[in-house]
């Protein structure tokens, strides 16, 4: 008749979940203290667009996350074929529950380009809709020093080549003298 007769109530201890949550909400943080601080790129990628990037990628990139939030990873590439060509490879080797590395000529947010050794793992290989990670670890200056090596060997062994030319041509030129000087001792 509208009247109220009485008030049904349930209580339940909560304290464990909160404890739990609470435990969760640590851990996730010591996570992301630990991804922000590392000293290479970490990208995390679902069908091919960014779901999230640590620190040290947005400042390789110079692009925050928000500005390449699912977008797609084409934007670092010199070209659309180059991204074409590295995507449909990865896929290959991660859909086998195999890690793919390369080393890559990529473009930064100001136009420069850079080499980055890229490594890729899929989530989870029975369901690749779940993403991938990446870890990007800028070797441009290793590449430079490589191309200078790579310059100074040649010219060294240009440089012996044009010495053990020269060595040979002494030699020669000494033998031919003795030659004389016993042909002139002989006369």
């Given at each position: 008749?509208?009247?109220?007769?009485?008030?049904?109530?349930?209580?339940?201890?909560?304290?464990?979940?909160?404890?739990?949550?609470?435990?969760?909400?640590?851990?996730?943080?010591?996570?992301?203290?630990?991804?922000d601080n590392a000293q290479v790129g970490i990208a995390y990628l679902r069908?091919?667009?960014?779901?999230?990037?640590?620190?040290?990628?947005?400042?390789?990139?110079?692009?925050?996350?928000?500005?390449?939030?699912?977008?797609?990873?084409?934007?670092?590439?010199?070209?659309?074929?180059?991204?074409?060509?590295?995507?449909?490879?990865?896929?290959?080797?991660?859909?086998?529950?195999?890690?793919?590395?390369?080393?890559?000529?990529?473009?930064?947010?100001?136009?420069?380009?850079?080499?980055?050794?890229?490594?890729?793992?899929?989530?989870?290989?029975?369901?690749?809709?779940?993403?991938?990670?990446?870890?990007?670890?800028?070797?441009?200056?290793?590449k430079v020093a490589e191309q200078e090596l790579l310059e100074l060997n040649?010219?060294?062994?240009?440089?012996?080549?044009?010495?053990?030319?020269?060595?040979?041509?002494?030699?020669?030129?000494?033998?031919?003298?003795?030659?004389?000087?016993?042909?002139?001792?002989?006369?």
């Amino acid at each position: 008749a509208g009247k109220v007769v009485g008030i049904l109530g349930m209580f339940g201890d909560v304290t464990e979940q909160k404890a739990m949550q609470q435990e969760l909400a640590d851990t996730l943080q010591q996570l992301r203290t630990i991804l922000d601080n590392a000293q290479v790129g970490i990208a995390y990628l679902r069908e091919s667009k960014f779901i999230w990037i640590n620190r040290r990628m947005e400042e390789m990139f110079g692009f925050k996350l928000n500005e390449i939030s699912e977008k797609s990873p084409e934007l670092f590439y010199p070209a659309a074929e180059n991204h074409a060509r590295i995507s449909e490879l990865s896929i290959a080797v991660l859909s086998q529950g195999k890690p793919f590395e390369v080393e890559q000529l990529l473009k930064r947010k100001n136009g420069r380009f850079f080499w980055c050794h890229m490594r890729g793992m899929a989530v989870n290989t029975r369901d690749m809709a779940q993403g991938s990670i990446w870890i990007m670890m800028d070797i441009d200056s290793r590449k430079v020093a490589e191309q200078e090596l790579l310059e100074l060997n040649t010219t060294l062994a240009q440089q012996v080549s044009v010495e053990i030319a020269n060595g040979m041509e002494k030699e020669r030129l000494l033998i031919q003298q003795a030659r004389h000087a016993a042909m002139g001792e002989m006369i």
